[in-house]
């Protein structure tokens, strides 16, 4: 319900388009900085350069920040959980963790799909908790974060999930993103929905398969301690992509390459520009010199957004809001997807 209230509180500066798309797009642009601020702490200077530059012309990221849906706001909390997080874990912040607890309860409130992040993160602190060890106070303020987290996780079921008439997840236009026993096998799904995953948060769909490799090597570099990041640090990155592989098996979630990925892309950030820490410094800053003044020409013009491009008649526009007209009761609140 969040992101309903948010659209209705910026309603009294007018209501343009412009208003009605502000909050995704200042949600977007923040998520921006936080991820750069993430990735600088676990990472470096460097590795933080490249993935705020993936970050800024990912179409993946650029039509949450657009559209008049919950996608921005979600990617927003996402990366400043992440950020949090980090910080709680570096400054042994009671503040920090606070915090986290509020980006991940906004998260929670703004979209389902939080639930994947959620289950990783809350891995990721737990264990980093145990093995890393951190005051007393933090560890009780982690464990209070998760009772609020599963107290609203009830609310929200019982005053809305339980509420609503809806078959399997894999019904509908979404069937493809689950896995489905009758057309594939596991290989098969395993191979169509990281492919289909990375092709479209890199909007490369032809160098899909480069961009895997490339976050297999960041993956390597992060496992061999080639970079000043936690040793758990892979953990967080690959977890979410497992999360939501398994909730698509399950037929919980889809997984294949579709907007309901954007939980994604900090993780996806994080795993390619730590692929730079296989190179020299120097090689390292030249790559990215002409990775920043090649890549955003060639992927502004070879990118559009992820908006359908069906044109239609202004007569069905006519016909819609005068449907409108005859069956909703004047000054009743309208909320539509389709």
């Known amino acids: 319900p969040l992101f309903i209230l948010v659209l209705h509180g910026i309603l009294f500066l007018g209501r343009t388009e412009l208003i009605l798309r502000l909050p995704s797009l200042l949600a977007g642009t923040a998520a921006l900085w936080f991820t750069f601020a993430w990735i600088r702490g676990s990472l470096g200077e460097i590795p933080a350069l490249a993935g705020l530059g993936f970050m800024a012309v990912s179409s993946a ?3 949450p920040s657009t559209e008049v849906r919950q996608y921005g706001l979600l990617l927003f909390f996402v990366c400043a959980a992440l950020y949090a997080t980090e910080r709680t874990f570096t400054r042994s912040s009671t503040i920090w963790a606070i915090w986290q607890g509020l980006f991940l309860l906004g998260a929670l409130l703004t979209h389902y799909a939080a639930l994947l992040v959620l289950a990783s993160l809350g891995l990721y602190v737990l264990l980093r908790s145990l093995l890393d060890g951190v005051p007393r106070r933090i560890f009780f303020t982690f464990v209070v974060i998760q009772f609020v987290l599963a107290a609203a996780l009830g609310w929200l079921y019982f005053v809305h999930i339980h509420r609503i008439q809806f078959g399997p997840g894999a019904d509908g236009y979404l069937a493809p993103d689950y896995y489905g026993v ?3 096998t596991p290989l098969t799904f395993v191979w169509r929905a990281l492919s289909g ?5 890199t909007g490369a769909r032809r160098f899909a398969v480069l961009f895997m490799l490339a976050f297999l090597a960041g993956i390597a570099a992060l496992l061999a301690g080639r970079t000043k990041a936690p040793k758990l640090l892979p953990l967080l990155v690959i ?3 497992a999360v939501g592989f398994a909730a698509a098996v399950f037929q919980l979630f889809p997984f294949a390459g579709s907007r309901h990925q954007t939980y994604l892309l900090p993780f996806l950030a994080a795993g390619l520009s730590a692929t730079l ?3 020299p410094r120097r090689w390292a ?5 002409l990775c920043a003044v090649i890549v955003p020409p060639l992927w502004v013009a070879r990118i559009t957004p992820d908006n359908n491009p069906r044109a239609m008649p202004k007569s069905d526009m006519t016909a819609a809001i005068e449907f409108v007209r005859r069956t909703v009761p004047q ?8």
């Open 239 to 241: 977890s979410p992509f």
């Open 285 to 289: 800053v030249t790559v990215l010199l």
């Open 331 to 338: 000054g009743s609140p309208l909320f539509v997807d389709h």
């Open 277 to 279: 820490a296989w190179l």
């Open 197 to 201: 995953t990375f092709a479209y948060l």
């Open 61 to 63: 990221a650029i039509s």
């Open 182 to 184: 009758a057309r594939e």
